[in-house]
């Protein structure tokens, strides 16, 4: 059982450069979402998924995009990086809401950190 | 969905309990009270969570007021280890999946 598994885990790109960073969980979790974190920053909603082949967007969604085509993994897209996006990227995974009460609930992964120059 | 008011930081000393506090006034009936805790650029680590009953284990305690509009997580004996940015979310039913972070607390334990 690995729980939420983030690919990579550092990467350095160059201004309009594209890439794709991989969220995987293995617990069958309905919830997934993608945040980033800037320094001395808290943690901000990318975009999210309740379920496969559905998206949503969070608070901070312009120059991404998502895709979840397998329950298990969420994808993040950079189409064209710009310096802005440099930052950590955090993974996240939970059960669907009739299951919150289970104790820990919101599982993370380790982070991505992505330099764009 | 419920916002979160923190302190942005506090200081604690070693040995001493850590009293942290979180104001969450729109909380609705079915909403839980969750703590998080990001220790430098790691993962987010669970620590507790409740709804209306005080609860305890082995990392901390959480005292929710009885019009649940506030609450404290207690760290009995802070150690240097716990310093961290510790975060309170309020998350329940049937929020359509939607889980937002508020700026935290950074708490800095001192010898």
């Known amino acids: 059982n690995a729980g939420v598994t983030q690919t990579p885990k550092f990467r350095v790109l160059k201004t309009g450069q594209s890439m794709t960073l991989l969220c995987a969980q293995d617990?069958?979790?309905?919830?997934m979402y993608w945040y980033r974190q800037d320094p001395g920053m808290g943690l901000r909603l990318i975009h999210y998924s309740v379920g496969e082949g559905t998206t949503a967007k969070g608070e901070v969604p312009d120059g991404y995009n998502v895709s979840r085509l397998k329950k298990q993994n969420f994808l993040l897209g950079l189409e064209s990086a710009a310096p802005s996006q440099t930052s950590v990227y955090f993974c996240a995974s939970t059960p669907r809401d009739r299951l919150i009460s289970s104790g820990n609930t919101i599982y993370f992964g380790e982070g991505s950190w992505l330099t764009v120059v | 969905d419920a916002k979160t008011t923190q302190p942005p930081s506090m200081d604690c000393a070693e040995g001493r309990a850590a009293n942290l506090p979180c104001n969450h006034s729109t909380i609705s009936g079915n909403e839980y009270v969750y703590w998080y805790r990001q220790i430098h650029s790691q993962g987010p680590q669970y620590i507790i969570h409740?709804?209306?009953n005080n609860e305890t284990n082995e990392m901390a305690s959480l005292i929710i007021t009885e019009d649940r509009k506030s609450s404290t997580l207690i760290l009995p004996h802070a150690t240097l280890r716990d310093t961290a940015v510790y975060y309170c979310i309020v998350r329940g039913y049937n929020q359509g999946g939607k889980l937002i972070f508020g700026q935290g607390t950074e708490l800095s334990v001192k010898p």
């Open positions: 409740g709804l209306k």
């Open positions: 617990m069958n979790h309905e919830y």
